[in-house]
């Protein structure tokens, strides 16, 4: 196991952090139940923060500058030099109501997002998985989820990664990846935990899949075939989200949550809600925006 210098980046604390996203020499990133959508500038330490009418699930940049914000069953179009929000997409939802969570983009441009239930309603199998397109339209892909998460693309675009974090604790599945349809094929176990579930995933440049270990306190790595080949020691007990970043995508950006922590865990994790730093000489890959019009 490693045990790297971790390095807190800019002064926010979030409930939920999530949605951690390299774009334009900044990290995009969320706290979910605190409605806000955040940018940290790690030179400056510096965060700018936008406030949104419903739990922020996610921040997904888009190719004509603007930013996709997941809300409950909606995902809003937000311009961040205006301030101008409008609804992009709608996502049919559970009756007793759902927000959206985990997303990534295909390589083709496609917004992969999960679906969960609200805090109030408690865990079940309500959620879904949807793919959005350009034109704003949502395919349905799988139902029956509780939370997805760990949703990240092969560096060629043919396999895609996905779990299901509180039924399936431990397991990462994968499946062929139909770049025409954006459906997933032959879904099989990938990966199993040894410690944690998964939550926020992303790929390298290698093709490694790195998952956060929630509840587990690191972040694992797994090569293409599904072995686990490097585990990293981290401060705070639920790492929610990674993503490669910086001049040279080397550096590795974790997301946290300190929510449901209790005044002496917290006093323990000092770090946690907070967004981390490190660097372990691995390369990432640019993220691949949303693409508006396809």
Known sequence: MLSPKVERVGSFTAQVGESAIW???ALLWVDIPDRKVLRTRPESGTTESWDFPEMAGFVQPADDGSWLVGQHDTILKF????????????????????????????????????TMPLPQTGLSP???????????????????LTIPNGIAFSPDGLTVH???????????????????????????????????????????AAGCYWVAAVRGSRLLRFTPEGRLDLTVELPVSR??????????????????????????????????????????GMEGLPATRFATGR
Do not use: M
Not at 162 to 190: C, I, N
């Open 23 to 25: 774009d334009e020499g």
């Open 239 to 280: 790492p929610s989200k990674i993503a490669f970043g910086g001049s040279d995508l080397k550096t590795i950006f974790v997301t946290s949550i300190s929510d449901g922590l209790t005044p002496d865990e917290k006093a323990a994790e000092p770090l946690a809600g907070a967004l981390l730093a490190l660097d372990l």
């Open 79 to 114: 311009d961040p030099a205006s301030g101008d929000k409008s609804i992009f997409a709608r996502l049919e939802s559970a009756p007793s109501g759902n927000r959206t969570n985990d997303t990534c983009c295909d390589r083709q441009g496609r917004l992969w997002v999960g």
């Open 162 to 204: 996905w779990a299901d974090t509180p039924v399936t604790p431990h397991q990462v599945w994968r499946a062929r990846y139909d770049v025409g349809t954006g459906r997933p094929l032959d879904r099989e176990t990938f990966a199993v935990l040894p410690e944690g579930r998964p939550d926020g995933a992303t790929v390298d």
């Open 126 to 144: 309500v959620g879904s998985l949807f793919v959005v397109g350009g034109d704003g339209a949502a395919d349905r892909i799988a139902s029956g």
